[in-house]
């Protein structure tokens, strides 16, 4: 069980999220000091059409492309709806706000507190990582993938 006390918050803009947007909106998220995980929540945009007359055709879909965040590339699997933090103190919410008034300047957002992630594992969890999962990727995985979370690393 990861502990109890970190506060977290959910960034809810009022529309979904264009990847360029993610991009911009991630890499100054990853320049704060004092995350320690990061969830992004939307629809799953599947690379191979998963049921009805098209299955199994090429899904081509303009919002599921490479982003870069920080040194690393990533694949934008979903279209980006919510952005949840996971924080190590309330200390970098102003830098949060800040952030996301110099980047959501064409419509309007929420920045909210409270419980949004697990913080103990789940059966997914525990089917996905096993017993000793790492505490760090707890409710982080999604039972539909076929891969693990992104971590991203790097100097900040």
Same mark, same amino acid.
Request: proline share 8%; charged share 25%.
């Given at each position: ?13 009022e529309?979904?999220? /264009? =990847?360029?947007? !993610? ?10 000091? &004092? ?10 945009? =599947?690379?191979?059409? #998963? ?5 199994? +055709? ?8 490479? $982003? ?5 590339e !990533? +694949? ?7 952005? $949840?933090?996971?924080?190590e /103190?309330?200390? #970098? $919410?102003?830098?949060l ?8 300047? +064409?419509?309007s957002?929420?920045?909210?507190e ?6 103990e ?8 990582y &096993? #017993?000793?999962?790492?505490? /760090?990727?707890? @409710?982080?995985?999604? #039972?539909?993938?076929?891969? @693990?979370? !992104? ?6």
């Amino acid at each position: 069980m990861t502990d109890t006390t970190f506060p977290q918050v959910r960034i809810a803009p009022e529309r979904l999220l /264009n =990847p360029d947007t !993610v991009e911009r909106i991630l890499n100054k998220i990853f320049c704060i000091n &004092g995350v320690r995980r990061m969830l992004l929540n939307g629809h799953r945009l =599947p690379a191979i059409v #998963p049921y009805g007359p098209a299955k199994g +055709q090429l899904n081509p879909h303009e919002m599921r492309r490479v $982003i870069k965040v920080g040194d690393q590339e !990533v +694949q934008l699997e979903i279209h980006v709806g919510n952005i $949840i933090l996971e924080l190590e /103190n309330r200390d #970098p $919410i102003p830098e949060l706000k800040a952030a996301c008034d110099e980047v959501f300047t +064409q419509f309007s957002y929420r920045l909210q507190e409270g419980r949004f992630m697990k913080t103990e594992a789940s059966l997914v969890d525990y089917a996905k990582y &096993g #017993p000793d999962a790492d505490k /760090n990727l707890l @409710g982080l995985s999604d #039972p539909k993938s076929r891969s @693990g979370p !992104v971590i991203l690393q790097g100097t900040r």
